[in-house]
């Protein structure tokens, strides 16, 4: 597994953000204040993890002359984490507030119109924004995950989408949000951030041999009626079972990593993002930004990465948006062999696909 220190050459810095005084705390590559021709990578991690998430994938592109920004999204890291279930803080994880907050990063650096934003889970929808809000800013946008979601004008509904989910995928594909959005999930987690470690980085084979061995423990976590609280807990149908885990999570450097930090940060900022957008938090910003006739489609070059075996971020997702022509022009989509957390399961295939993908859309002048 790739070292978890990678960032210690990278410069940390953090920035008050307007309108709300919330801390950001960021990284920046050894060669950031160099001059340079080729875009600025701008990465966004996703839940629960931090920027050090992508301390591996960098490693591997630390030979690119592109700079490099890894931003601690707000809740998680050395960022600001509000975390009452208050609409006031709740609402502070919209998609739009993250974005620009990520602008004020970007300009207080002195970083230009020519970034290429990357982001990973939430990461990803948080990019998606920082595009759709700023696009003169951005010449590529590269998706891990999370297929591109435009803006909607109509409100979202927990019960509705796993009620249309389970017909449409034979699961309910955002089960596990009546988890993350209860009262008691966070100290739940962080009481028990072992068996927490054990729901996001397990691997189970299917015993259905229609299946043909595939890795389906994010199925049963997350798409499976009170599965996650169950395992968390160790009671109903988990009271005496362990996964095995993935090989690069048995490491004791990863459990030290993921359960020092989460002890030390908690999960009460974190599970916001699922509340914000259960709570629609965001509805108003998307409305505003339709009314404006702003255009959903995206006009720069994508790289669209998806896993196998993610059963949330399902790679046939990013087929509707194509087919509606949301997505112009230059649209590469790859497929890993690896779970959700790729960054950490294929951090050198993850990182050669970025640098094969930059190196040849976007080439250094001269």
């Known amino acids: ?35 340079t ?27 690119l002359p592109c700079r490099m920004v890894l931003v601690d999204l707000l809740g998680l890291g050395g960022s600001s984490k509000p975390g009452s279930l208050k609409p006031a803080d709740t609402s502070k994880y919209r998609w739009k507030q993250q974005a620009d907050s990520i602008i004020q990063i970007l300009d207080h650096e002195a970083v230009g119109n020519d ?69 008691d999930a966070p100290k739940l987690m962080r009481d028990n951030l072992q068996r927490f470690l054990e729901v996001n980085n397990g691997t189970l084979p299917s015993p259905n041999p229609e299946e043909k061995g595939r890795d389906i423990w994010m199925r049963e976590m997350f798409c499976v009626p009170g599965a996650m609280r169950e395992y968390i807990t160790q009671t109903g149908r988990y009271e005496d079972f362990t996964v095995e885990l993935k090989p690069y999570a048995q490491t004791p450097e990863f459990r030290a990593m993921f359960i020092d930090r989460l002890r030390r940060d908690g999960l009460e900022g974190a599970v916001n993002y699922y509340l914000a957008l259960t709570h629609n938090h965001n509805l108003a910003d998307e409305r505003e930004y339709l009314a404006s006739k702003a255009a959903r489609t995206i006009r720069v070059p994508v790289l669209y990465i998806g896993q196998t075996g993610d059963w949330v971020c399902r790679t046939d997702l990013m087929r509707e948006p194509r087919e509606a022509g949301l997505l112009v022009g230059d649209v590469e989509e790859r497929v890993v062999e690896a779970g959700h957390w790729c960054l950490y399961e294929k951090p050198e295939e993850i990182g050669g696909l970025i640098k094969d993908w930059v190196v040849r859309r976007f080439p250094a002048e001269g």
């Not at 597994?1 to 050459?9: A, I, Q, R």
């Not at 629960?48 to 301390?55: I, V, Y």
């Not at 909607?152 to 309910?172: C, H, I, Q, V």
């Open 1 to 35: 597994m790739d070292s978890f220190s990678t960032l210690d050459s990278f410069e940390h810095k953090t920035l008050l953000t307007e309108p709300f005084n919330l801390t950001y705390s960021y990284y920046l590559s050894p060669n950031f204040h160099s001059k």
């Open 37 to 63: 021709s080729v875009p600025t990578l701008v990465f966004c991690h996703g839940y629960p993890d931090d920027a050090h998430m992508w301390a591996g994938v960098v490693s591997h592109l630390t030979d």
């Open 115 to 183: 970034i290429i934003p990357i982001g990973h889970d939430w990461g990803s929808s948080t990019v998606q924004r920082l595009y759709l809000y700023h696009p003169h800013r951005c010449r590529g946008l590269c998706l891990i995950s999370g297929a591109y979601s435009p803006p909607l004008d109509a409100p979202f509904d927990l019960e509705t989408a796993n009620n249309e989910t389970t017909k449409r995928f034979g699961y309910p594909q955002w089960e596990y949000w009546n988890f993350f959005n209860a009262p």
